[in-house]
């Protein structure tokens, strides 16, 4: 049923076309093969984790194989000492000169111009000018959307544990939250006490400069703008900061949370007066769930 439900589907003029799973036979028949590199593998523990801790396999996969976001690859080796390649069949000079397929590249001439590599593909340098050259994902569009838009701390670091304190945006007044792996020491806290001394913070641009000692060790978000709101580490960090409105930051004229929007989420975050004038509504994190099947068989 879902077979013929999906081919009834049309991208761009061209309908979908559904291919048979591998049967339990030809996968028990790829596993026999799988077991030539790593004896050890078992059909059962296929896990990430178990497959990681797989010695002759991992040695495999360095040495063989190219492993890409949208690709997987495997090339023979030309070694004697293999226990897993056959003998190369190829004319030695054609075997020699086959590599991976490389990764996109732009071209040299539109490298600045990166961005907009996701809408001309014209911007690529062609296949014989990258084949047999070392290349890398980063150029990936999806890659370099999401680094664009990736912090520059460890994410393991900008957490309400790792908060530090807190400085405001001369513009916007909005408070953004510090952190750091550790605790700051008493001489990193003068150096982060001459920093806001000497210059004036706003959302979106770096702590310090990359040559300043705490470049590496006190982080503040850089993809915020001063329209975004307050970070959620704010308010549940171990600092007890003032209360200030999610939306603009702004501690005075805040609302009385409603009784349905605060049995609806387990945490609701303020709003103000000016902010509610402007249309914004209540935040609210982590909805609660009630077992209304249970509810309604009590009042049955």
Not at 44 to 70: D, G, M, N, P, W
Not at 165 to 194: N, P
Not at 198 to 226: M, Q
Request: charged fraction near 25%; hydrophobic fraction near 35%.
């Amino acid at each position: 049923l879902l077979h013929s439900r999906t081919e009834r589907l049309v991208l761009h003029e061209n309908p979908f076309c559904c291919y048979d799973p591998a049967s339990d036979h030809d996968i028990d028949n790829f596993f026999k093969i799988i077991l030539e590199i790593d004896k050890s593998l078992n059909v059962c523990e296929t896990t990430a984790e178990v497959l990681s801790k797989k010695k002759e396999l991992q040695e495999f996969l360095k040495s063989h194989c190219r492993i890409r976001h949208y690709s997987f690859q495997i090339k023979k080796c030309n070694d004697v000492n293999c226990n897993v390649c056959k003998q190369v069949r190829l004319p030695q000079h054609i075997f020699e000169n086959i590599d991976f397929l490389p990764d996109p590249i732009p071209s040299k001439c539109n490298i600045i111009f990166i961005r907009i590599l996701t809408a001309n593909t014209d911007c690529y340098e062609g296949f014989k000018t990258v084949y047999n050259t070392e290349t890398s994902e980063k150029y990936r569009p999806t890659l370099m959307a999401a680094m664009e838009n990736a912090e520059r701390a460890p994410p393991a670091i900008l957490t309400n544990t790792k908060v530090r304190d807190i400085i405001q945006c001369f513009q916007c007044g909005k408070f953004r939250c510090l952190y750091s792996e550790k605790a700051l020491t008493t001489v990193q806290k003068s150096e982060f006490q001459r920093v806001i001394n000497d210059w004036d913070y706003n959302c979106g641009s770096p702590l310090v400069s990359e040559d300043h000692a705490l470049y590496n060790i006190l982080f503040v978000r850089e993809k915020v703008t001063c329209e975004s709101p307050i970070e959620l580490a704010y308010y549940s960090s171990r600092k007890n900061y003032i209360s200030v409105c999610y939306w603009c930051g702004y501690e005075k004229g805040l609302i009385d949370i409603p009784t349905h929007v605060s049995s609806k989420y387990k945490f609701v975050f303020p709003l103000c007066n000016i902010c509610q004038i402007a249309g914004k509504e209540f935040f609210g994190r982590i909805e609660i769930k009630t077992n209304t099947r249970k509810r309604k068989r009590n009042d049955l």
